[in-house]
C-alpha cells in the first residue's frame, strides 16, 4: 500500500485509490499514519479528533471509525498492540517519510560537497508534494507539530537544491525557482539570501540590491522588522564587491547546509565550526522527543537536556542536532567537556570546538563572543554538570554577545539560568515486547549475535535495566555468551564488569551513579539511600514517613527530594494529580546497597512496612464505598510497595503485619481479577498463624477469591474457619460478615437451605450493627438463590431494597450489580426499555471504576442482549467484544454463559447459521438450569431455538448447534461483525 500525506490523503492499494470517506475517518487514518512508529491508545485518538467537545458516544463512534479502517486497509495494515492502535507499513510506504530520507540523503551529499548529488535527490524528494502537508487536518491540534516540522524541512530542503544549484552554476534556474517561492514565503529571510547571492553571481549586481530593497519593504510593511545582519551583511559585500563573494558556495553548499562558513563574511575571527560524530547505531525511539524539541532550539535561548547519568542526553543532541543542521548558517559546533577537568579550560574547549585561534591578547570567552557576535550558529555544549559554574558563563556569554545563536546543553543537573528551557530526557519505556528499550535491547543483541531471538525474558531484563540505554549497551555483548534468563540472574555482576571499551565514566553502571552520589550534601545523601527501599512510585506522605528517623528530620525530605531531582536521581511526576516519585531500577538498586553499607537497611526496612499496612488498611475500608473510584486507583499506584511490604512481612514471620496488608487488599484483588495473586498470599500470611480478629478478615478476604477461582469447597472451609476466628475474637461485625460470607458461599454451590439460613442470619446481624451495606448484600445474594419464578418474585422486594441502601449510601460496586440483576429482570419480562436504563447505570459504574471481576462480565452481556433487542446489533457486537476482554483473563468461567447468550442474542439480528451455532456454543456451557449462573432465561433460549429451527430446519440447526459447542466464542464474534458489516445487512436493518 501506498499513503501520500503532502497534500490531500491518497490511499492506493496496487496502484488504485481506496482512501476512506468523511472528514474524521480521514483525520484518524491521517494520525495513525503520522504517529506510526507509536501506538496511540482510544483516549489518545478521541482527544485527537474531537478535542475538548468530546460527544458522550465518541468512544463507540471511535471504534466503528476502526472498524472501518481495519476493513479498508486489513488487519495486517491496521494492527492493536498493548492497548494501542497502529499502521503497520514501512517508511517507504509513506511520502512524507520518503520525503525525509531523501532530504536526509541530500544533507549527506552535500557534506559530501556534491551539488550534483545534491540537486538530483532534493529535486525527488520536492517533487513528492501535491499541495499543503496534511492538507485534510489542517489546523487540527495533533498535526500542528508534524505540519511545523514538515514544512520547515520542505523550506531547508528547497535552500539545499538553490544552494546547490548555485554552486553547479546553474544560477538561473536557482533565481527562477526562489522567485516563485518567496511569492508563497516573502518573510524566510534564507530565500532572499540566496537569491542576492544567485543574482551576484549571474553578474547582475543592480538586481541583487533591488532584491535587498524588496525583502526590506516586506519585512517591513508585514510584520514591522529590518532585514537580519546576514542580509544587511551580504548588501554591503555586493555594494563593495568584496572577492569572498565569489568563494560563497564554491564547490560545495557549506554555508546553507551548516558546516559552518570559513571565512568571515565582515572581518573578526575566522570559524571552523567542528560538529558532533554521527553514532554507528540507529536511534530507538525518542522521535515524539526530537519531534517535540525540534521547535524549541530557538536563536538567543538556551535549551538543556537533563537526565540521570546514561538515559541518552547526548545521543538525543546529536540526533536532534541533525535535524537542524540546516537552519544554522554558520554550523554547528560541539563542546564537549566530559574530558574537562578544571573549570578554567572550558573557554579553551570551546575554542577549540569553534575552530578559533587562542588570539593572545584577549581571553578565550573574548574571542569567542566576538566570532558569535553577528553568526548564525548552534552552539552544544555536552556534559555540563561537573563544571557547571563554568558552562553557566560561557553560555551566558554567548548568548549576550551573539542574539543569532542558540545554545544546546545536556547536564545531569539545570544551569539554573534565567530564561533556560528545560528537557527531561525520560527513559526508554519497558512496557511489553513492542516497547523501545525492548527493542533497543533486542536490536542490539542482534548486531553482535545473529543467532539472538527475543523470548520473554527481555522485557523484564529491559525494565530491570530501566529504560537506559547506556545499560542496554553494556548488557547486550553478553548475550553472545549467556541466555537472557542467565543474564538477569547476573546482572549486578555484569554491570559492574562494565565495558572496557567506554570512557571511564560511562564504564561501570556504578561509576555512573556513584559521580552523582559523591556530589549530594550528606542530608541530601542519606535521603537518597534511604528512598532505595521503595519500588516503583511514591507519594510525598510516603517519603516523610519512611526516610526520616526522627520527626525533627522530617521537614528536610522535602527539600532533599528537590535536589535529587535536580541532580536527575529521582523522576518527579506532578502533571496528573498529586506529585508521584520514582526512582530508575538501576538507580533504586545502587541506592538499596548504599543504604545496606549505611548500616540503616533494617529501620528503613520497618518504618516502609508500617507506613504501607496503614495504607492497606485504608484500602480495605474504603474500597468497595463511595470513595472506591479514588481508592482502586490508590491500590494500583501503591501496589509495588505495598507488595514489598508484605514480602518484608514475610520475610520477618510478621504474621499480624502479613495477614492485615494481605487482608486489606483482598477486596482490591477481587475488583481486578486477581485471584491467583491474592490467594497466594492471604494463604502465606494464614500460615504464620496471625491474632484470631486478624486471621478473620484475612479468612473472608481468601474465602472470596477461592469463589473467583471456583474452589467452592476450599471456600467454604475458609469461611466456617473465619466464624469460629471471629467468635474467638469476640468481634460480632467481623462474625456477621462471616456468617454472610458462609451464606454466599453455599448460595453460588446451590445450596438453598444453608444459604438462606447463613444469609438471613447475616441479615438481621448487619441490621442491628447499623451496617446497612452488609444488610443490602444479604438481600441481593438472597434474591440470587431464589429457584423459581415464585421465589424470585417473593425475592425481587429485596432486591430493590437492595438498590435503594446501595444507592443511599453510595456504595458504588454493589449499586452496579443491584441495576444489572434488576436490568435482567426486565428483560425476562421483555420490557427492554427499563432494562436500558439500569444496565446503562451498571455499565458506567463499571467502566468509570475499572471493575474487572464478573460483574462487569455479566453487565456487559446484559447490555448486549438489550442492544440487540432494540435494533442495535452493531452495539451489542462491541459490547461483548469489551466483555471478551475483560472474561479473557478471569479464572471463572460462569460469566461466559451469560456472555454466550449475548451473543446468540445479537446473532439473532444476523444471520440463522449463526445463531444455530451460538446456541450449541452457549448449551454445552450451560449449567442444566440457570443459565445465567443468576436467573434462569431459558424462555428466552427456547424462543432463540425455535427461531434457527424455523429458519434452516431441523436437521440443519442439529447440526450447527453440534458445531457451535465446538468453537471459539471469539471467532463466532469476529464472524458476526463481518456479517454485520456487509452492505445487504446494513440495508435490511436500514429497512426495518
Given at each position: ?85 497502529g ?47 496534511l ?49 508563497v ?61 565569489h ?20 572581518g ?34 538556551l ?22 543542521r ?23 574547549a ?25 553568526r ?68 542490539r ?41 542467565d ?9 559492574s ?72 536521581l ?13 526512582l ?131 471456600a ?26 458462609v451464606?454466599?458461599?453455599?448460595a ?29 448484600w ?32 453510595g ?5 452496579a ?20 436504563d ?9 467502566d ?39 472474561a479473557a ?13 449475548a ?14 451455532r ?54 463466532m ?20
Open positions: 500500500m501506498e499513503f501520500r500525506l503532502l497534500g490531500p490523503l491518497e490511499v492506493l492499494r496496487d496502484g488504485r485509490r481506496v482512501e476512506p470517506s468523511g472528514a474524521k475517518l480521514r483525520a484518524l487514518l491521517i494520525d495513525l499514519l503520522i504517529h506510526r512508529a507509536q501506538f496511540r491508545s482510544s483516549r489518545q485518538l478521541v482527544e485527537d479528533l474531537w478535542g475538548e467537545h468530546q460527544p458522550s458516544t465518541a468512544p463507540g463512534v471511535l471504534r466503528n471509525y476502526l472498524s472501518q479502517l481495519r476493513d479498508l486497509l486489513g488487519p495486517e495494515v491496521l494492527v492493536r498492540r498493548g492497548g494501542g492502535y499502521i503497520d507499513v514501512s517508511a517507504d510506504d509513506l511520502d512524507s517519510e520518503r520525503f525525509e530520507q531523501l532530504a536526509a540523503l541530500a544533507r549527506v551529499a552535500d557534506r559530501d560537497r556534491d551539488p550534483t548529488a545534491v540537486i538530483g535527490l532534493t529535486t525527488t524528494a520536492l517533487s513528492l508534494w501535491r499541495g499543503a502537508a492538507a485534510d487536518v489542517d489546523g487540527a491540534e495533533f498535526a500542528l507539530p508534524h505540519v511545523a516540522r514538515l514544512d520547515e524541512l520542505r523550506a531547508t530542503t528547497l535552500e539545499l537544491q538553490m544552494e546547490a544549484l548555485i554552486a553547479a552554476g546553474r544560477t538561473g534556474e536557482a533565481i527562477a525557482a526562489l522567485e516563485e517561492r518567496l511569492v514565503d516573502p518573510l524566510r529571510e534564507r530565500h532572499w539570501w540566496l537569491l542576492m547571492v544567485a543574482q551576484y553571481r549571474s553578474g547582475r549586481q543592480a538586481d541583487a540590491l533591488r532584491s535587498y530593497q524588496r525583502a526590506r519593504s516586506e519585512l517591513a510593511e508585514r510584520i514591522g522588522i529590518e532585514p537580519g545582519a546576514e542580509l544587511r551583511e551580504l548588501e554591503l559585500a555586493i555594494l563593495d564587491q568584496r572577492r569572498e563573494l568563494g560563497l558556495l564554491r564547490g560545495s553548499t557549506t554555508a546553507g547546509a551548516g558546516a559552518g562558513s570559513t571565512t568571515p563574511v565582515a573578526g575571527p575566522v570559524l571552523r565550526p567542528r560538529p558532533p560524530r554521527g553514532y554507528r547505531t540507529p536511534l530507538v525511539g525518542r522521535q515524539a522527543d526530537l519531534e517535540e524539541l525540534d521547535a524549541r532550539v530557538e536563536a538567543g535561548t535549551l538543556t537536556l537533563t537526565g540521570v547519568g546514561g538515559v541518552g542526553k547526548t545521543r538525543l543532541a546529536v540526533e536532534l542536532v541533525e535535524r537542524l540546516g537552519r544554522w548558517p554558520d554550523g554547528i559546533a560541539f563542546v564537549d567537556l566530559a574530558p574537562v577537568v578544571e573549570e578554567g579550560t572550558v573557554p579553551a570551546a575554542l577549540v570546538a569553534l575552530g578559533l585561534d587562542e588570539e593572545p591578547i584577549r581571553p578565550p570567552l573574548d574571542t569567542i563572543t566576538r566570532a558569535l557576535a553577528e548564525r550558529l548552534l552552539l552544544v555544549v555536552d556534559n555540563c554538570e561537573h563544571v557547571v559554574a563554568a558552562a553557566v558563563r560561557l553560555v551566558d556569554a554567548v548568548i549576550e554577545a551573539a542574539p543569532g545563536c542558540a545554545v544546546l546543553a545536556t547536564s545531569r543537573v539545570p544551569l539554573d539560568m534565567a530564561g533556560e528551557r528545560i528537557w527531561s530526557v525520560a527513559p526508554l519505556a519497558a512496557d511489553d515486547e513492542s516497547s523501545d528499550s525492548v527493542r533497543m535491547l533486542v536490536e543483541a542482534v548486531a553482535v549475535n545473529p543467532g539472538f531471538r527475543n523470548d520473554h525474558h527481555t522485557v523484564g531484563l529491559a525494565r530491570r535495566l530501566g529504560g537506559l540505554p547506556l545499560a542496554i549497551e553494556m548488557v547486550a555483548p553478553w548475550t553472545r555468551t549467556l541466555s537472557t534468563a543474564i538477569a540472574d547476573r546482572l549486578d555482576q555484569l554491570i564488569i562494565g565495558d572496557p571499551a567506554r570512557p571511564e565514566r560511562q564504564r561501570r553502571m556504578a561509576a555512573v551513579f556513584d559521580w552523582s552520589d559523591g556530589r549530594l550534601d550528606d542530608a541530601t545523601r542519606t535521603v537518597f539511600h534511604r528512598l532505595g527501599v521503595f519500588v516503583g512510585d511514591f507519594d510525598l506522605a510516603a517519603a516523610e514517613a519512611v526516610v526520616p528517623a526522627e520527626e525533627s528530620e522530617r521537614p528536610g525530605v522535602l527539600v532533599a527530594l528537590g535536589r535529587l531531582v535536580d541532580h536527575s529521582v523522576i518527579a511526576e506532578t502533571s496528573r494529580g498529586p506529585s508521584r516519585y520514582r530508575l531500577e538501576p538507580v533504586r538498586q545502587f541506592a538499596a546497597e548504599r543504604l545496606v553499607d549505611d548500616g540503616d537497611d533494617a529501620p528503613v526496612r520497618e518504618r516502609h512496612l508500617r507506613h504501607y499496612r496503614a495504607v492497606a488498611v485504608e484500602i480495605g475500608r474504603h474500597a468497595a464505598g463511595p470513595a472506591a473510584t479514588a481508592w482502586l486507583a490508590r491500590a494500583d499506584h501503591e501496589l509495588p510497595n505495598l507488595r514489598a511490604a508484605h514480602d518484608q512481612a514475610l520475610r520477618t514471620a510478621g504474621a499480624d503485619d502479613a495477614a492485615v496488608i494481605a487482608g486489606g487488599l483482598y477486596w482490591y484483588w477481587w475488583i481486578r481479577a486477581s485471584s491467583t495473586e491474592g490467594i497466594d498470599r492471604l494463604s502465606r500470611s494464614l500460615a504464620l498463624r496471625p491474632a484470631p480478629r486478624v486471621s478473620a478478615r484475612a479468612r473472608i478476604g481468601l474465602a472470596s477469591l477461592l469463589i473467583q477461582a471456583d474452589r467452592s469447597a476450599e467454604a472451609a475458609q469461611a466456617e474457619a473465619a466464624v469460629e476466628d471471629a467468635r474467638v475474637a469476640g468481634d460480632a461485625r467481623l462474625e456477621a460478615h462471616a456468617i454472610g460470607t451464606g454466599r458461599i453455599a453460588d454451590r446451590r445450596q438453598t437451605g444453608l444459604a438462606e439460613e447463613m444469609l438471613r442470619d447475616a441479615r438481621h446481624r448487619f441490621e442491628s450493627h447499623g451496617n446497612p451495606g452488609g444488610a443490602a444479604c438481600l441481593m445474594v438472597l434474591f440470587t438463590v431464589a429457584g423459581s419464578a415464585v421465589d424470585r418474585a417473593a425475592a425481587l422486594p429485596g432486591l430493590r431494597r437492595a438498590h435503594e441502601l446501595y444507592t443511599e449510601v456504595m458504588l460496586w454493589g449499586r450489580w443491584t441495576s444489572a440483576l434488576l436490568g435482567l429482570v426486565e428483560i425476562r419480562e421483555d420490557r427492554f426499555d427499563a432494562a436500558d439500569f444496565l446503562t447505570t451498571a455499565n458506567r459504574l463499571v468509570d471504576n475499572g471493575l474487572r471481576d464478573e460483574l462487569a462480565v455479566y453487565t456487559k452481556s446484559y447490555l448486549a442482549v438489550v442492544r440487540a433487542g432494540t435494533g442495535h446489533p452493531r452495539a451489542a457486537a462491541a459490547i461483548l467484544r469489551q466483555a471478551w476482554t475483560i483473563g478471569f479464572p471463572d468461567r460462569a460469566p461466559y454463559v451469560a456472555w454466550f447468550w451473543l446468540a442474542e445479537t446473532a439473532a439480528a444476523a444471520s440463522p447459521e449463526l445463531l444455530a451460538c446456541l450449541g456454543a452457549h448449551l454445552v456451557r450451560s449449567p442444566e438450569v440457570d443459565p445465567t449462573h443468576r436467573m434462569d432465561v431459558a424462555e428466552r433460549i427456547t424462543a432463540l431455538r425455535t427461531t434457527a429451527v424455523a429458519a434452516l430446519g431441523a436437521d440443519r440447526a442439529a447440526e450447527l448447534f453440534e458445531a457451535g459447542a465446538r468453537e471459539d466464542g471469539l471467532h464474534l469476529g464472524e458476526l461483525d463481518s456479517v454485520l458489516d456487509r452492505p445487504r445487512h446494513a440495508d435490511r436493518l436500514h429497512a426495518r
